[in-house]
């Protein structure tokens, strides 16, 4: 399994963009990148997932370089709802379920 | 539709009680998960259930048994609870998501359950 390296936390203020950068050099060919969004008190919900180049959808972006050894989560224009921790997860379907590591995550301060 | 279900939402323990955390979805996912999240970390899967009549230890099964009831339910027990099982518990389930240009295998989590032991 890729492990993956992520800043333990960030801050920004409201109206900002926001790139969270995950390490993940031993990425293998079939694994997929993805990131999940936890709110205090509430489990993880998926929001991004790629596998190389450029995802967006309506909350995110998601940049992965061609080596794919990392990749960014860009938040545009955060607003204080956004203040959450944010895991970047690789991994791929393998022997009936998701072989999927998640580690500390970053956390994420919204200020006004 | 109500996705996952964990009850309950809330539990006190004494040392050496039992309990079951009970988990359902209603997404029709063949594969669903145990994980817990102390504080301040990640979450660790405790055990995981491919399909309906197969489960498998995941990193941290130590303490805990699980039963995949039916396709919709999985619950996980704690037989003689330790304070070092506080903890909160998630329950998830998953999608493998096939065809091309389909986000895959993401995984749909419950509310928790926040256990203690004292």
């Known amino acids: 399994l890729a492990k993956t390296t992520q800043p333990i936390s960030m801050d920004s203020y409201e109206g900002q963009e926001v790139n969270i950068t995950c390490s993940h050099n031993n990425i293998a060919t079939n694994d997929y990148i993805t990131w999940y969004q936890q709110f205090p008190s509430q489990g993880p919900r998926f929001i991004i997932q790629?596998?190389?180049t450029k995802v967006t959808n309506e909350v995110a972006s998601l940049f992965i370089p061609a080596d794919r050894k990392s990749s960014t989560l860009s938040l545009p224009r955060v607003s204080l709802s956004d203040t959450a921790v944010y895991y970047c997860l690789v991994g791929r379907f393998s022997g009936g379920y998701n072989k999927l590591i998640f580690g500390a995550g970053t956390r994420l301060a919204v200020h006004p | 539709n109500a996705g996952v279900t964990q009850t309950p939402k809330f539990q006190v323990l004494k040392t050496g009680q039992s309990m079951t955390l009970q988990c359902a979805q209603d997404m029709n996912h063949n594969s669903m998960y145990w994980y817990r999240q102390d504080p301040g970390m990640g979450l660790r899967l405790i055990y995981y259930s491919a399909s309906e009549g197969t489960t498998d230890k995941g990193e941290v099964p130590n303490g805990y048994n699980v039963s995949r009831l039916n396709k919709r339910e999985f619950s996980l027990r704690l037989e003689s609870a330790a304070p070092s099982q506080t903890s909160v518990y998630f329950c998830?389930?998953?999608?493998?998501?096939?065809?091309?240009?389909?986000?895959?295998?993401?995984?749909?989590f419950g509310a928790g359950t926040r256990l203690s032991v004292l």
């Open positions: 790629g596998y190389k």
């Open positions: 998830a389930s998953s999608d493998p998501g096939t065809g091309a240009g389909v986000v895959k295998n993401i995984q749909y």
